[in-house]
């Protein structure tokens, strides 16, 4: 409302009516407020994305994500709404809206104590009746292990957090891409004062 450009950590709220009030702010707002979620200005994936959307690979068919990240006890003691529900009179939801959902059905576990679920297993339909499905867990041991694939009429794209993407062309072709290291929260600074300064798209 100053006029001041804005930029926040994820998450910008936990309570989604808050998160609707800041949206209408926003909107009006001279310059537009960045969230700083970690995948969104890498330069490898904006390609990719840019790629799907102008239709080198056909019509999206359906996604898929399945990630492990393992979170000990002492993640949820490191802050006061960790893997709550609520907190005081206020919801603790941290909810985001990429595109709109027609379906869902989900399956929701808890091993840790905590309010929320800390086990997903999620599939519905996105957008134009676009099936996803989704498996989540912080319940586990070893690594982090993240995997995303997008099916789409003509090839198959996986991607492997940190590590590479992989295209499988119907036609027998491979394409595959190293991913390079990435600071996220420096390049999500980095890529927010280049909006600041007009050399592209927030």
């Given at each position: 409302?100053?006029?001041?450009?804005?930029?926040?950590?994820?998450?910008?709220?936990?309570?989604?009516?808050e998160l609707d009030a800041m949206c209408a702010v926003d909107a009006a707002a001279?310059?537009?407020?960045?969230?700083?979620?970690?995948?969104?200005?890498?330069?490898?994936?904006?390609?990719?994305?840019?790629?799907?959307?102008?239709?080198?690979?056909?019509?999206?068919?359906?996604?898929?994500?399945?990630?492990?990240?393992?979170?000990?006890?002492?993640?949820?003691?490191?802050?006061?709404?960790?893997?709550?529900?609520?907190?005081?009179?206020?919801?603790?939801?941290?909810?985001?809206?990429?595109?709109?959902?027609?379906?869902?059905?989900?399956?929701?576990?808890?091993a840790h104590q905590i309010q929320g679920a800390d086990t997903f297993f999620v599939?519905?339909?996105?957008?134009?009746?676009?099936?996803?499905?989704?498996?989540?867990?912080?319940?586990?041991?070893?690594?982090?292990?993240?995997?995303?694939?997008?099916?789409?009429?003509?090839?198959?794209?996986?991607?492997?957090?940190?590590?590479?993407?992989?295209?499988?062309?119907?036609?027998?072709?491979?394409?595959?891409?190293?991913?390079?290291?990435?600071?996220?929260?420096?390049?999500?600074?980095?890529?927010?004062?280049?909006?600041?300064?007009?050399?592209?798209?927030?």
């Open positions: 409302e100053a006029g001041l450009a804005v930029y926040l950590e994820k998450p910008p709220t936990l309570d989604p009516r001279r310059h537009r407020t960045m969230v700083g979620f970690n995948f969104i200005v890498e330069p490898a994936r904006r390609a990719l994305k840019e790629r799907i959307l102008s239709g080198d690979f056909g019509a999206v068919l359906r996604g898929e994500l399945m990630a492990h990240w393992p979170r000990p006890r002492s993640y949820y003691r490191r802050a006061a709404w960790a893997g709550r529900l609520v907190q005081g009179n206020q919801l603790v939801l941290g909810v985001d809206q990429w595109a709109p959902i027609t379906t869902v059905t989900a399956e929701c576990y808890r599939e519905g339909k996105a957008g134009q009746g676009i099936p996803f499905r989704i498996s989540m867990s912080h319940a586990c041991d070893g690594g982090q292990r993240h995997w995303e694939r997008i099916t789409c009429e003509r090839a198959v794209i996986t991607w492997t957090l940190y590590k590479n993407y992989r295209i499988e062309h119907d036609d027998g072709r491979i394409e595959e891409q190293v991913l390079a290291p990435m600071e996220h929260v420096l390049e999500n600074h980095l890529h927010y004062n280049g909006y600041l300064r007009g050399k592209h798209r927030r």
